[in-house]
């Protein structure tokens, strides 16, 4: 009776410690995965923009961020006032999936520009440009953009650095986080909107 128990115990713990392995398997294998999505959108964002991505830091909410300098106080701040009026938007329309800051991770890029033709404050990344050619965006191979998508899955964009008027920044962050918002909850109206050289702009959601 003795010996049975044991014998029963042993394989409890057998099982157990292959349950602990295969779980073990299993995380390490995600974190590898991963890390080869941050990777890839790493390597999407320094050749997007051709600048070094080099510096990371995280909001005080918690969303990820990845620039080229080190972003000050304001920056982070004004990024998660953007993803805080996202969410709150996001909640109206009924969406659940996608709501938390660490979801995010915002790479912040020089500002290629800072002023807009009117003189106006409003930085901007030049990038090729790829689906705009030929449109209004387009100055001749390259096109100024506020912000850009660079991951559907992990979520992650690009907005220009910001020097002043941080309330424009978390505009750029709240619209940008729009197009991810819906991929991950209507993919219908995603795919509706997703594509700004076909018309249709931001605020997307109401
Ligand atoms: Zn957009």
Not at 12 to 37: C, D, H, N, P, W
Not at 101 to 111: E, F, M, P, Q
Request: net charge positive; glycine share 6%; hydrophobic share 40%.
């Amino acid at each position: 009776m003795v010996i049975a128990n044991r014998a029963l115990r042993d394989d409890l713990m057998k099982t157990e410690r292959y349950t602990i392995l295969l779980i073990l398997m299993a995380l390490s294998l995600f974190s590898v995965t991963a890390a080869g999505q941050n990777q890839r959108v790493l390597a999407q964002a320094e050749r997007t923009t051709g600048d070094r991505f080099s510096v990371t830091a995280k909001t005080p909410r918690g969303a990820n961020v990845i620039a080229v300098k080190r972003p000050s106080s304001e920056v982070l701040r004004a990024i998660d006032k953007g993803l805080t009026d996202l969410f709150a938007v996001a909640r109206r329309n009924r969406y659940r999936n996608r709501l938390n800051y660490a979801d995010y991770t915002i790479y912040v890029g020089k500002a290629d520009r800072t002023n807009d033709a009117d003189g106006n404050y409003s930085p901007a990344i030049a990038i090729g440009s790829a689906q705009y050619a030929g449109t209004v965006f387009d100055k001749g191979g390259y096109m100024y953009v506020a912000g850009m998508v660079l991951s559907n899955e992990p979520c992650a964009f690009l907005v220009p650095d910001h020097v002043k008027n941080f309330k424009l920044l978390s505009d750029y962050v709240r619209y940008e986080g729009e197009h991810l918002v819906l991929y991950h909850n209507d993919r219908r109206r995603y795919a509706a909107t997703a594509d700004h050289s076909r018309g249709g702009s931001h605020p997307i959601l109401q």
